[in-house]
């Protein structure tokens, strides 16, 4: 359920905070990639495949970049998985923020939902070679 808070930027700050302690966080290892496809050709569906979207034009198919490919942006993911209940909204453009101010990268985000696990979950995606200090930044955020 997506929730809707009316609260001060301060109370917001600290519900967030909240939040990203209380994530499941996981990051997943190897290099990444959007695989493209045309839009009348959709991807197959493996079991290394995160997500995939579309355009009107074509399909792309976040997957292992498991051969190297000249021109293509090579991304390190994490992932939250929230807690049922818990009002996460607002986390998405707060976290982004925080890593654009601190890092200078901005991020990718593709969400779905779990219902088992809580309900909407995020995978983010920087340039890999960012990885390991977003993920600092993540780790800080979560120990307070």
């Known amino acids: 359920m997506v929730s809707v808070s009316m609260e001060t930027p301060e109370q917001t700050e600290a519900r967030l905070r909240r939040v990203i302690a209380q994530a499941d ?25 995160l997500a995939v979207v579309r355009d009107e034009q074509s399909w792309s198919r976040l997957v ?53 696990r809580g309900g909407i979950y995020d995978y983010w995606g920087c340039p890999i070679g960012l990885l390991d200090e977003a993920v600092a930044v993540v780790e800080a955020l979560r120990a307070g």
């Open 64 to 116: 292992p970049l498991t051969e190297e490919h000249e021109h293509v942006e090579r991304f390190g993911i994490f992932s939250f998985h929230f807690p049922a209940g818990l009002d996460n909204s607002g986390f998405v453009g707060w976290l982004a923020g925080l890593l654009k101010a601190r890092l200078g990268t901005g991020v990718f985000v593709i969400c779905g939902s779990n219902r088992a």
């Open 25 to 49: 966080v996981r990051v997943h290892e190897g290099v990444w990639w959007f695989e493209e496809s045309p839009a009348d050709q959709p991807p197959a569906l493996t079991g290394d495949t």
